[in-house]
Every structure is written in structure tokens, then in C-alpha cells.
């Protein structure tokens, strides 16, 4: 969206930002997405033309602000009405989970490989039994021994040799599978060892006002990549302002599900969502991300209670100094907003 809301309180801009658990200075922050309901560490990006999308409506500045939003809104599909679309549909599985999925199938099938030769060798054996010479009975041994013909054994020992070499060539092949399989799972863990592995995160909600561009709040979730919607809602119900009339959010599981669907009914204001594969229709809140983790970059915590600290500063800061984005430049946030609620 290139257009703003015409007062403070007027539309917010949420979104979510994962950050890891623990954090080294000058170590750079991951590129983290969690609007499917599970984290994303890289996001494909879709190659081709430019498609045509709702943003376009802001375009036409003869549109007031709020019917601006309102047709912008219109144009994005709607969520569904049971507020469970997005859960539904499962998001493509990470890098890691494809691996993991991998490893485990590759498992299930050296199982059923090894029940397949344990027939195979009970089977043999069977076989092998029978080839080999019966012990004479007792009838035989009292009988007088008749001179065999020469000759006579000679094709049931060649169909014995036959058999030991099928099993040799069995087992050789057997060899050649087992390794083929260590190889596979080799490659498998080599690839996952390879990937950065983060296994504790922290969920920060970012609240911004879209005409301002205060920062109104910044709550945190140590549930990290397992915080939920009714979580999303608790924090957002303290920082709604009295006259909101619109908030703008991703397409994300926590926003979309049917707890956030209930807070936009009683608190009477609409929520906006951003076209798919758009997040530049959320980009106040998008540029705020980014300049969260621009000042985190150099920080270190080793905990939730030391980033809190960490945040509690940014706040004072970020409010207080000069904001370019804003229509009088050299003004903070704060200090924008006074002078437009004096207004």
C-alpha cells in the first residue's frame, strides 16, 4: 500500500517476527517466516511478470483513504467464513522437514527390505536342506551297500553347485544394496548437518500505526514457533486503540484463524489481508521488521528476559527519533502524532 491513514489510531499494521532464543553480537539474524503456522527459514521466490494484484487501488488518489481500504480489501480474497481456510491448507514443508521425511522413509524401507531376506534366507535353507544327502535309515544300513554307477551323483552335485553360487551372487548383490543405502543416508545427514539448525525461538508481534508510524507495542512469546492465535489476541486487545477502524495483516495461521475473526467483531473494525506472495502491501510493517533486526544485529541475549530489555529500548528509541517515512520530515513519531491529534 502506498497510501496512508488519514489520523493515528485510525489502521494498524501487525505482523509477527521470530528471532532465535539466543543470540551472538554482530552474528546475523535468519530470514524467518511463520505464516503458514510453522517456521520458514527461506521463502521461495516466484520468478515472471509482475501479476496484476488489489494494491493497485491505492493508485487512484481521487479514492478517500478508508473507501481506498475498503476496495482494497474487497479485491483480496476473502478469508473463509468459518476462519479456518488457511489452517487448512498445509504449507509446503521446509528444507529440514523434506530431509527428516526422507530419512524416515528411507528407514521404513530398509525394514521391510530386512523382513524380505529373512524370508528369503528361510526359504534357502529349506532348500539347501533338502540338497544335502540323507542320512540312511535303518533298514538301509543293515542292507549290503550297492556300488554306486559312475557318474551317477555327478547332476545333483552340479544342481548344488548351481545353488551355492545363486547365493553367492544373492549376497553379493546384498552387499551392494546395503551400501547403496549408507551412501543415501550418509548424504541425508550430511545435507541436514549442513542446514543451520536454530531449536528455540522467540515470537515478537509487532504493532505499528499506519499513519504516525508509532510502535505501540512489541510483546513477546517465549512459545516461539508454537504461539498461537488466542496468544496473538490476548497481547493485541491491551494495544487496539479506541478508533480503529482497520488493521492490516499477512495471511498468516494466526490471523486468520477463527479467534482473531471474533476479536475484528467486537472490537468493530475490519481486517485487511494482504494479497499472497504481496508483503509489500504490508510494508510499513515489512520496513519495521527490518529495522528491528538491523538494530538487533549487533546485540547479544541469552534469554527472553534479556531481549525484553533489548525491545523496551528499541521502543523509546525507535518513537523517538527523526522518521523519514512521515509527510513532515525531521519529525519522530511521537512527536508527529501529537501535532496531528492537536490538529
Known amino acids: 500500500m502506498s497510501r496512508t491513514a488519514d489520523k493515528p489510531g485510525q489502521t494498524l499494521n501487525v505482523d509477527l517476527l521470530f528471532v532465535p532464543a539466543c543470540h551472538l553480537a554482530d552474528v546475523k539474524l535468519p530470514a524467518v517466516s511463520g505464516s503458514s503456522g510453522h517456521l520458514v527459514v527461506e521463502r521461495f521466490q516466484g520468478v515472471g511478470p509482475e501479476p496484476e494484484y488489489p494494491g493497485r487501488v491505492f493508485e487512484d488518489l481521487d479514492l478517500e483513504y478508508a473507501e481506498a481500504v475498503r476496495a482494497f480489501a474487497a479485491a483480496s480474497q476473502p478469508i473463509s467464513k468459518s476462519g479456518q481456510g488457511s489452517m487448512e491448507s498445509k504449507s509446503p514443508p521446509t528444507e529440514i522437514q523434506q530431509l527428516r521425511q526422507a530419512e524416515t522413509q528411507l528407514c521404513n524401507e530398509r525394514r521391510e527390505l530386512r523382513k524380505l531376506r529373512e524370508l528369503e534366507d ?152 494482504i494479497a499472497r506472495h504481496r508483503p509489500q502491501s504490508n510494508g510499513i510493517a515489512e520496513r519495521f521488521v527490518r529495522t528491528l533486526k538491523e538494530w538487533l544485529a549487533d546485540k547479544a541475549w541469552a534469554s527472553d528476559k534479556d531481549l525484553l530489555e533489548f525491545l523496551r529500548l528499541f521502543l523509546l528509541e525507535y518513537n523517538d527519533r527523526p522518521h523519514q517515512g512521515l509527510s513532515i520530515p525531521g519529525l519522530s513519531p511521537n512527536e508527529f502524532a501529537k501535532r496531528l491529534w492537536l490538529m
Open 122 to 273: 528361510a526359504n534357502w535353507q529349506v532348500v539347501w536342506e533338502q540338497q544335502r544327502d540323507e542320512k540312511p535309515s535303518a533298514q538301509k544300513r543293515v542292507q549290503p551297500k550297492v556300488r554306486a554307477r559312475w557318474g551317477a551323483r555327478k547332476p545333483h552335485e552340479e544342481e548344488r553347485k548351481c545353488l551355492r553360487a545363486d547365493r553367492r551372487t544373492h549376497m553379493k548383490q546384498r552387499q551392494q544394496q546395503d551400501e547403496q543405502w549408507r551412501l543415501a543416508r550418509k548424504s541425508l545427514r550430511e545435507k541436514m548437518t549442513s542446514l543451520p539448525m536454530v531449536t528455540a525461538w522467540i515470537a515478537i508481534l509487532l504493532v505499528t500505526d499506519n499513519c504516525s508510524r508509532q510502535c505501540l507495542g512489541l510483546p513477546l512469546f517465549v512459545a516461539g514457533s508454537h504461539v498461537t492465535a488466542e496468544m496473538v489476541v490476548a497481547a493485541l486487545r491491551i494495544l487496539l486503540p479506541a478508533n480503529l477502524q482497520f488493521l492490516i495483516s499477512d495471511r498468516g495461521t494466526h490471523f486468520t484463524a477463527q479467534a482473531f475473526l471474533q476479536l475484528a467483531t467486537e472490537a468493530n473494525f475490519l481486517h485487511v489481508v
